[in-house]
């Protein structure tokens, strides 16, 4: 049976490659509940956060990671962001009378670009852009390993509704191995990683997979990560968005309304702001939360 929401890392002893391997059960049906979804935006929503989960690993400091596709198709955004601390979130936006059926990720979201922000707590946020021009997620972030980090990195991710996974290998700088022998041996895990099956990786725990797939490795497992499905927003950075809006917007609204509203895209929390606090917002008096 899968593991429910966990995240392995593991590395190949006496080389320079290391792995990841994520599942999503509860954390990803509790995204489709608050966004419910066709099931092939489903599956795709899925392979994101499945995504955002593997390359949260690679963050050594506080912070969120976000991935967001975009393009001009029916599928207009696909989202996800992990934290340091495990929370995951995602969304879907289809255009108003879109009912994508068949499609595949490159004819979903057409002509657009797949961006990957790390926003650390503390330090300056990196933002890394690639087109997509690849026929599934996890190419074009194979993509945006090659051009921002320089590392070949393989990916391999999976998704039906119910159950989310990915695995992830990566060839590091050569330490251990010359660079010749750390690409045989990093061709080799991934000519091993091809041969998982989609019904596999969905239905069998991290552990027998990486045993079925490395059992003549020499595999070094580290205690697994726990996830969840949590929302980052609050009262605090609802006001900073609407700050950034700017003030004859805000204000726009709050005369035709008579306070502004706000529902979070995620969660579905409501925000609601008086005219009191919109104007005291944009004077620069210090902020009053509830």
Not at 265 to 282: A, M, P
Request: with cysteine; charged share 25%; aromatic share 6%.
């Amino acid at each position: 049976m899968a593991n429910k929401d966990q995240l392995h890392r593991f590395i190949f002893d006496n080389s320079d490659v290391r792995g990841e391997i994520i599942s999503l059960s509860d954390s990803y049906l509790s995204v489709l509940k608050n966004s419910p979804q066709s099931t092939v935006i489903a599956t795709l929503l899925g392979e994101m956060l499945a995504a955002a989960g593997l390359l949260s690993a690679t963050m050594k400091f506080d912070g969120i990671i976000t991935l967001q596709a975009r393009g001009d198709g029916d599928l207009s955004l696909l989202m996800a962001d992990c934290t340091r601390h495990d929370s995951l979130r995602g969304i879907a936006r289809v255009k108003e009378g879109a009912n994508p059926q068949d499609q595949d990720f490159r004819q979903l979201l057409g002509h657009g670009h797949l961006s990957i922000t790390i926003d650390p707590a503390e330090g300056e946020r990196y933002q890394g852009i690639v087109p997509l021009e690849r026929d599934t997620l996890g190419a074009c972030l194979e993509d945006y390993f090659t051009m921002s980090e320089q590392l070949p990195t393989r990916l391999w991710l999976f998704a039906d509704g119910q159950h989310a996974a990915g695995l992830l290998l990566q060839a590091l700088p050569s330490q251990q191995q010359s660079v010749e022998e750390r690409n045989d041996y990093w061709q080799h895990l991934c000519i091993l990683a091809d041969t998982l099956s989609r019904d596999e990786m969905l239905s069998l725990d991290n552990i027998t997979i990486l045993t079925r797939l490395f059992h003549e490795e020499n595999l070094r497992l580290f205690d697994p990560r726990e996830l969840r499905f949590a929302c980052s927003c609050s009262e605090a950075r609802t006001l900073d968005m609407l700050l950034s809006l700017g003030q004859e917007e805000v204000l726009s609204v709050v005369e035709e309304m008579g306070r502004v509203d706000v529902e979070c895209q995620f969660c579905h929390q409501q925000y609601s702001f008086g005219r009191d606090q919109v104007e005291s917002l944009f004077s620069g008096q210090p902020r009053t939360l509830h």
